[in-house]
């Protein structure tokens, strides 16, 4: 099964999570996990070959960042134009935030996926950036729980 993590992190927080759900994705037997942080190339029809899609984003000024809009919106246009379909394939969201913008991933991030065609998985993986910052251990095995789930759930 192949499983895709696309984020997009500034100061390295969600970075973190994202490295940690990929662990967790791959403890499960037969799950072969591609990390991808946005600015880095690769083809976007790699999103296409893939079996599932974690899309992770911090919270800037109310929304995703910059780079993860610019992204879900050559992402739009490239499912809209046929050359790669989504219909289907499963998804789920996570990210991190400084005060109040959780909203922004569990509203914002996931109805763009799911407007791709993405069937989103329910639970959204939020954290503060502060627990990273500062206690990241105490938040890890909650993270690799998340990918290991993920993965568990679209066996
Ligand atoms: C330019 C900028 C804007 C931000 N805007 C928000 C915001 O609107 N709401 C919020 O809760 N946190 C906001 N934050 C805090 C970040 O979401 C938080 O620190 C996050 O963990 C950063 O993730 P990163 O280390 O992966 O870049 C902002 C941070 C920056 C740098």
């Known amino acids: 099964m192949k499983i895709m993590v696309v984020y997009d992190s500034r100061t390295g927080n969600t970075g973190k999570m994202a490295a940690a759900i990929a662990e967790g994705a791959r403890?499960?037997?037969g799950a072969e996990v591609e990390v991808k942080k946005l600015g880095e190339p690769f083809p976007l029809r790699a999103l296409g070959e893939a079996d599932a899609v974690l899309f992770g984003s911090p919270s800037h000024y109310g929304?995703?960042?910059?780079?993860?809009?610019?992204?879900m919106s050559n992402l739009g246009e490239y499912v809209k134009s046929g050359k790669m379909s989504?219909?289907?394939s499963r998804a789920a969201i996570f990210g991190s935030y400084g005060w109040d913008g959780a909203w922004v991933m569990e509203e914002k991030l996931k109805g763009m996926v799911q407007e791709l065609g993405y069937e989103v998985q329910e639970k959204v993986l939020v954290e503060t950036g502060t627990n990273i910052q500062y206690?990241?251990?105490k938040h890890t095995e909650?993270?690799?729980n998340f990918g290991a789930?993920?993965?568990?759930?679209?066996a």
Request: aromatic share 12%; hydrophobic share 35%.
């Open 27 to 29: 403890s499960s037997a």
């Open 63 to 71: 929304n995703v960042t910059d780079g993860m809009r610019g992204f």
């Open 86 to 88: 989504v219909k289907g």
């Open 135 to 137: 206690s990241a251990d």
């Open 142 to 144: 909650k993270w690799k």
């Open 149 to 154: 789930d993920f993965v568990k759930s679209i």
